[in-house]
């Protein structure tokens, strides 16, 4: 049964499904959910329920729910995007955190400010993004990341995030590891280019992508429209089939391990991240482990990308977490790589 409640012009929902707030599309129920549309909102749901379980959840895209949960889950719906400062190289963007990022990084695009192309069409929130560093096609979060703000848990403290505090590392941040479960971020701060932009495509499918087209040099605009068309061509849309995108980190290793997969695997597709170690592209792993398009029930490997797994239809989160542990063993048998997963699992 779902009943409301009234708090601080916010609706408290019983039993409510997050099938439509989490992009694998799982059909899990939160014991209660308030959307938040203000800091302040957040501040008073914070302090109002301070002894109870909560949950906090953006834009559900880098999440694989196993089970309902028994908790306040509180939805960050906190709009709005503003230039806050500019000279004449730079201009400062903030973005709230409930913003869309795929729509964020369109509206940089358009005011012509540069930095953020190369990661069009990554799914989820804005908020979420210094969480993961997020990154695609040579570019990362941290790259363009001035700050963020934050409440803590209690509601009671706000704090101001620098790039230095937020410990950034290859999908991983302090918000992962030792502020784990402490902030909420409520926005995030880019310094961007006005001009003079640096043009980032140096990947290969991004070349062929330009090349196909006749771009010789190309603009910010032309980065993110070639990215759009590589992640439209390999990546499902999770509005009709559910997935979170890549589900599987890249695998860094030792050069010395790497050298002796390779001796046994030729082929296998590599990238130098320092002189001891060896970034491989987890895709390549799965799929020449043989589990491109591989299906189990409404569980899959996605056909056009090994990187995703997808959720053809009625696929619960603990059989899509099980195709997962036999992608990894798959992985880890035929090369002694061991990858681990990008998405959290609840």
């Not at 949950?55 to 694989?64: A, C, E, P, T, Y």
């Not at 006749?214 to 590589?230: L, M």
């Not at 499902?236 to 589900?247: A, H, M, Q, V």
């Not at 990238?271 to 189990?296: C, M, N, Q």
Request: aromatic fraction near 8%.
């Amino acid at each position: 049964m779902r009943t409301k409640t009234q708090n601080q012009k916010m609706t408290i929902v019983s039993n409510f499904s997050l099938k439509n707030h989490n992009t694998f599309g799982i059909d899990a129920q939160a014991r209660q959910f308030v959307a938040v549309h203000s800091v302040e909102e957040l501040q008073n749901v914070l302090q109002n329920h301070q002894n109870t379980t909560k949950f906090i959840l953006g834009g559900g895209s880098n999440m694989l729910l196993t089970q309902d949960i028994d908790a306040l889950v509180i939805h960050i719906d906190i709009k709005g995007k503003s230039v806050i400062k500019e000279d004449e190289n730079y201009v400062w963007v903030q973005a709230m955190a409930g913003e869309n990022w795929h729509e964020f990084v369109l509206w940089t695009i358009d005011q012509d400010f540069g930095g953020l192309e190369n990661m069009s069409l990554i799914p989820g929130n804005v908020g979420t993004t210094p969480v993961q560093n997020i990154g695609a096609y040579g570019a990362e979060i941290k790259d363009t990341f001035l700050e963020c703000s934050a409440v803590s848990m209690d509601g009671l403290t706000t704090r101001d995030f620098d790039k230095e505090a937020c410990h950034f590392g290859y999908r991983e941040s302090i918000f992962k590891q030792e502020a784990k479960g402490q902030y909420i971020i409520t926005s995030v701060v880019f310094k961007l280019t006005k001009h003079n932009h640096t043009i980032n495509s140096n990947y290969g499918d991004i070349k062929a992508e330009l090349a196909k087209h006749g771009i010789e040099n190309p603009t910010i605009k032309d980065i993110s429209n070639a990215v759009i068309a590589i992640r439209q061509s390999k990546l499902p849309d999770p509005k009709e089939l559910g997935n979170s995108g890549s589900f599987f980190k890249n695998p860094v290793i030792s050069k010395t391990q790497f050298e002796q997969v390779q001796a046994k695997f030729p082929d296998i597709k590599f990238f130098e991240v320092s002189p001891t170690e060896v970034k491989v592209p987890a895709g390549w792993l799965i799929e020449h482990a043989g589990l491109k398009g591989y299906r189990d029930g409404d569980a899959g490997v996605h056909k056009n990308q090994a990187l995703v797994i997808v959720n053809y239809g009625n696929a619960t989160g603990t059989e899509l977490v099980n195709l997962s542990k036999l992608v990894q063993k798959t992985v880890f048998d035929k090369y002694g790589i061991a990858i681990e997963a990008e998405v959290n699992i609840i």
